[in-house]
């Protein structure tokens, strides 16, 4: 009986090594696919960081519409006191509140990335607009003349300018937009451009329209 007793028990000893061996050589396995020895859990770290790997597209999207938006919100905030109309000043206001958080979104990204963060107040940084390296990257932008017509107009004349500069401003960011759809390789950013075609699209139908109310 204890010869017996202690052969099973010698035997279990023995099959719990066996088990401990496998696993650790089964986590040696796992580990081994990272490129580092010490690295083991790296992979999965970074396993996340891959999702978001990123190309230059994607830089010169967020970099390009960063600046785009400041200028299209900046835009959007002289409605408050520079409209007659109810339906422009709603719709500035909508503007305003979709494009605030995709600069920090954009600007977020950015930063993780290591790259430049442009800075504020874009319709006074650009005032050499379109002439000057931003290119088809900034396309629809307004330059300074532009953003001070419109800051001194009032009433039916600020709708119409407004409008018509926001139609142009927008068509500008689908255009931006297409492209990093297109080119972009980053998940969140190509949703994000995506996001602004199918928004910008509809605002672009809705501001025709109000238009055609203003001149009729």
């Known amino acids: 009986m204890t010869s017996k007793t202690s052969s099973r028990t010698l035997f279990r000893r023995a099959a719990l090594a066996t088990t401990a061996v496998t696993a650790a050589l089964v986590l040696a396995a796992c580990g081994g696919d990272g490129s580092s020895d010490g690295a083991a859990d790296a992979p999965a770290a970074s396993s996340p ?5 990123h190309n230059d597209q994607d830089v010169t999207f967020a970099q390009g519409m960063i ?5 299209a919100v900046e835009m959007a905030g002289m409605a408050a006191d520079g409209a007659s109309s109810a339906a422009v000043k709603d719709l500035a206001a909508r503007i305003q509140k979709a494009q ?11 930063k993780t990335w290591g790259e430049d963060v442009p800075s504020a107040m874009p319709g006074m940084d650009h005032s050499g607009g379109h002439s000057s390296g931003g290119g088809s990257g900034m396309a629809g932008m307004m330059d300074q003349e532009d953003m001070d017509k419109l800051s001194k107009a009032s009433g039916k004349d600020f709708d119409t300018m407004f409008l018509t500069m926001m139609i142009e401003h927008h068509e500008g960011a689908v255009e931006m937009a297409t492209t990093e759809k297109t080119k972009g390789r980053y998940g969140p950013a190509t949703e994000l451009a995506d996001a602004v ?14 238009l055609g109310k203003s001149g009729a």
């Open 49 to 53: 960081a891959s999702t978001g790997a």
């Open 67 to 71: 600046p785009h938006h400041q200028q």
């Open 100 to 110: 605030d958080p995709e600069i920090e979104t954009m600007s977020g990204w950015l």
């Open 197 to 210: 075609i199918t928004a910008q699209t509809a605002e672009i139908k809705e501001m025709n329209k109000l």
